[in-house]
Every structure is written in C-alpha cells, then in structure tokens.
Antibody, heavy 119, light 112 residues
C-alpha cells in the first residue's frame, strides 16, 4: 500500500525558509484521483492544514499561510515538497504529509517530522 | 477565515456513550461538504476514523459512528473503552477564499 515519508532539516533559523520533502512509495504519485497535502501540528495543539497540490501542478493554500507557502511536485521522483518562508518560532511543529481524496479526507499520513525554528 | 468548533474535552466511564460535536457554518458543513473524523492516540499519527460523514474504514469498530446535519456534525462512541482515550478531530472543506481544508480544534476524550 502507499506509504509517505517526510524528510528535511529538523532545525531552521528564524527568518529562513523551511524546506521539506515527502516521498511516496508503494504506488505512483500520479495514479488515482488524489492530491497531496501538508499538515502541521504544534506540540500540544491541533492540526493545521497548510496546502495541497495535484500532480497537474494545481495548488491551494491555507489563507493564513498563503503568502509564505509554496508546494511543488516532482512526479519523476514520486515526491512533493513544502517551502515555508520567513519562519518564526510559531512555525515550530510536527509536519505531516498526507494523501487527500477527492472528498477531502486524508489517508495515509506520513509519520511526521519535527521542525524547530530556533537560532 | 472559517472555523470548525469542537469542545476541548469530553469524558465518560467505560461502557458509556459519548458524543463529540463539530460546529461549522454555511460555507463548509452547511454547504454540503463532507465531514471526516480522525483519532490521534497519544504520540501517534492521526488516523481516519470516519469519512464521508458516516463511513467507517475497514478495521474501525462499529462502536464509532458519525452524522451530519445542517451546519454541524457529530461523532458518537458507544461502549467506551480505555483504549479510546485520544484526541479526536473533525475536518471538512470551506468554499470561501478560493477553497481550503479546515480542521476542528480537537477534542480530548478521557475515559474515567
């Protein structure tokens, strides 16, 4: 079955850009009627949707993060990526990648990766 | 920006029934968008518990059920068990501002 795995630096300095990649295994990122999302969760807090990308390249972002977020896809590598610019301590969170269905529910999820914003 | 409102916490004794509400608005649940529920056990990845308002994925016990009406949705858990102690999140889609996914704030279920 499809599995997702996040990768990227665990520590980012304030004002810099957070960059993460999600690698999809067990199936093609282009198959089926799905999209690919990033979701984050600060410690002890709830889930926040960051954005999504279709393999066509179409994106949608959380309005509260839209000015700082870029999501891209590389179908040849079966990967999609997140860039979040001008980070602050408030961006410290576990970042998950997940597959979204046409009815907008998410399954599966990656295991999550903790990104800490600190100097 | 719209929100989905959940109670911060609910509790119940083993064997009891509890419900968790998820209140939205006319641009999300009230617009007919499906509501989905996730269970997050301590220290684990969220897992879809209910999708499409009331559909249980394979492997989810029938003690869990979902419903949607108007601008709200509910998750019901019957025959409460200690292993049900977790955080529960509702999730839907909002059609405003070019459209976006939104999660409820989460509800901590404590089994007494």
């Amino acid at each position: 079955q499809v599995q997702l795995q996040e990768s990227g630096p665990g520590l980012v300095k304030p004002s810099q850009t957070l960059s993460l990649t999600c690698t999809v295994s067990g199936g093609s990122i282009s198959s089926g009627n799905y999209y690919w999302s990033w979701i984050r969760q600060p410690a002890g807090k709830g889930l926040e949707w960051i954005g999504r990308i279709y393999t066509s390249g179409t994106t949608n972002y959380n309005p509260s993060l839209k000015s700082r977020v870029t999501i891209s896809v590389d179908t040849s590598k079966n990967q999609f990526s997140l860039k979040l610019s001008s980070v602050t301590a408030a961006d410290t969170a576990v970042y998950y990648c997940a597959r979204g269905s046409v009815f907008n529910w998410f399954d599966p999820w990656g295991q999550g990766t903790l990104v800490t914003v600190s100097s | 920006q719209s929100v989905l409102t959940q109670p911060p916490s609910v509790s119940g004794a083993p064997g009891q029934r509890v419900t968790i509400s998820c209140t939205g608005s006319s641009s999300n649940i009230g617009a007919g968008y499906d509501v989905h529920w996730y269970q997050q056990l301590p220290g684990t990845v969220p897992k879809v518990l209910i999708y499409g308002n009331n559909i249980r994925p394979s492997g989810v016990p029938d003690r869990f059920s979902g419903s949607r009406s108007g601008t709200s949705a509910s998750l019901a858990i019957t025959g409460l068990q200690a292993e049900d102690e977790a955080d529960y999140y509702c999730q839907s889609y909002d059609r405003s501002l070019s459209g976006y996914v939104l999660f409820g704030g989460g509800t901590k279920l404590t089994v007494l």
